[in-house]
T-cell receptor, first 110, second 115 residues
Framework: GENVEQHPSTLSVQEGDSAVIKCTYS??????FPWYKQELGKRPQLIID?????GEKKDQRIAVTLNKTAKHFSLHITETQPEDSAVYFC?????????FGTGTRLQVFP | KAGVTQTPRYLIKTRGQQVTLSCSPI?????VSWYQQTPGQGLQFLFE???????NKGNFPGRFSGRQFSNSRSEMNVSTLELGDSALYLC??????????????FGEGSRLTVL
């Protein structure tokens, strides 16, 4: 079945720096790749997603890139702010289920 | 519009007992997915229901089961509880399949502690 690996598990950056989180997926049929943000004690919420017919998507300070050949996708956060501190989950879907990575805890220090 | 509602929010059980968790999706959403969240393991897929039918199941033992009612509300049941079942159980709803409907809307979760 589908497997999604996510790295790193923790990431600490200084405010204003960029942060990059990487994921790889196993099922080449996967065609939908969302990213969810979970703040401490809160529910996961979608922040950006990309479909397999697109290589890159941007939304203000966040962007996602997809390399279908290598079966990996990445989340890029620029000009990080303390409120970006959270756990970020990547996910992949090829049918009726969404399989998540193990999460990356991002800490942004002022 | 009301969000996804999960009950109970917290519960404590002992080994060997069984538990039933409930999830009310956003009005109009027909797909309900369940996930187990534990530190270090992320969000592990349990199962997904659509129109009262289980369409997909994750790699969990048969002690984990679920169902969906005609009003799209869903329940999951865990029998013969084990210490390792302690986790946050998250329910998420959407209009349809993730690849076509996109965003999953999560509930706040039911935190289960097994003693």
């Amino acid at each position: 079945g589908e497997n999604v690996e996510q790295h790193p598990s923790t990431l600490s950056v200084q405010e204003g720096d960029s942060a990059v989180i990487k994921c790889t997926y196993s099922d080449s049929a996967s065609n939908y790749f969302p990213w969810y943000k979970q703040e401490l004690g809160k529910r996961p919420q979608l922040i950006i997603d990309i479909r397999s017919n697109v290589g890159e998507k941007k939304d203000q300070r966040i962007a996602v890139t997809l390399n279908k050949t290598a079966k990996h996708f990445s989340l890029h956060i620029t000009e990080t702010q303390p409120e970006d501190s959270a756990v970020y989950f990547c996910a992949a879907s090829n049918t009726d289920k969404l399989i998540f990575g193990t999460g990356t805890r991002l800490q942004v220090f002022p | 519009k009301a969000g996804v509602t999960q009950t109970p929010r917290y519960l404590i059980k002992t080994r060997g007992q069984q538990v039933t968790l409930s999830c009310s999706p956003i009005s109009g959403h027909r797909s309900v997915s369940w996930y187990q969240q534990t530190p270090g393991q992320g969000l592990q897929f349990l199962f997904e229901y659509f129109s009262e039918t289980q369409r997909n199941k994750g790699n969990f033992p048969g002690r984990f089961s679920g169902r969906q009612f005609s009003n799209s509300r869903s329940e999951m049941n865990v029998s013969t509880l084990e210490l390792g079942d302690s986790a946050l159980y998250l329910c998420a709803s959407s209009f349809g399949t993730p690849q076509f409907a996109g965003e999953l809307f999560f509930g706040e979760g039911s935190r289960l502690t097994v003693l």
